[in-house]
T-cell receptor
């Protein structure tokens, strides 16, 4: 069965500092990997995804993540944190993606709340 | 609006009561998902619709939970004989048919509290 582990329920950084949110996954087949962000009082929003091809994936708002198969990891990074990055971040994995319908059954981690201080 | 709309945003009910939660997906999105997010947890898959039919309902926890999408647009999640353990935020998402791992667009959720 698939699973996702996000280390650290809370991560605190100063504005301008590097952001690193950790995600490790377990999957019996090559996975599709996702990072979603949830800002206060808003729905989950896709940040970036890895399906196939280049292992370094760039997303919105300056975030990127690297798929490392040998480490079963998909950590999220951003070189310089901004106050507006404060939100909850969810890593997710799916090994079921229908090419006909686009159906994907996501398994989410428990989330990491990013706190950014001035 | 242009996004996924869920109503009510908050629902408080008593144990044993019946509850309906509504989801209005983005116009033209044929795929619709329901997820449940309990406190301190990530969202958990409940059910997936492609058009009017439930293509995968493997995440529904028991037969007290049921969902419909009669016209292939709006969906209703129905919970019978609610229990305190049903308290959670119920999330709806929609996406376009086709493609590979297309983006899911989530609503803000319906927070259900069972007293």
């Amino acid at each position: 069965a698939q699973s996702v582990t996000q280390l650290g329920s809370h991560v605190s950084v100063s504005e301008g500092a590097l952001v690193l949110l950790r995600c490790n996954y377990s999957s019996s087949v090559p996975p599709y990997l996702f990072w979603y962000v949830q800002y206060p009082n808003q729905g989950l929003q896709l940040l970036l995804k890895y399906t196939t091809g280049a292992t370094l994936v760039k997303g919105i708002n300056g975030f990127e993540a690297e798929f490392k198969k040998s480490e079963t990891s998909f950590h999220l990074t951003k070189p310089s944190a901004h106050m507006s990055d404060a939100a909850e971040y969810f890593c997710a994995v799916s090994d079921i993606v229908s090419r006909n319908t686009g159906f994907q059954k996501l398994v989410f981690g428990t989330g990491t709340r990013l706190l950014v201080s001035p | 609006g242009a996004g996924v709309s869920q109503t009510p945003s908050n629902k408080v009910t008593e144990k044993g009561k019946y509850v309906e939660l509504r989801c209005d997906p983005i116009s033209g999105h044929t795929a619709l998902y329901w997820y449940r997010q309990s406190l301190g947890q990530g969202p958990e898959f409940l059910i997936y619709f492609q058009g009017t039919g439930a293509a995968d309902d493997s995440g529904l926890p028991n037969d007290r939970f049921f969902a419909v999408r009669p016209e292939g647009s709006v969906s209703t999640l129905k919970i019978q004989r609610t229990e305190r353990g049903d308290s959670a935020v119920y999330l709806c998402a929609s996406s376009l048919k086709g493609g590979t791992a297309g983006e899911l667009f989530f609503g803000e959720g319906s927070r259900l509290t069972v007293l």
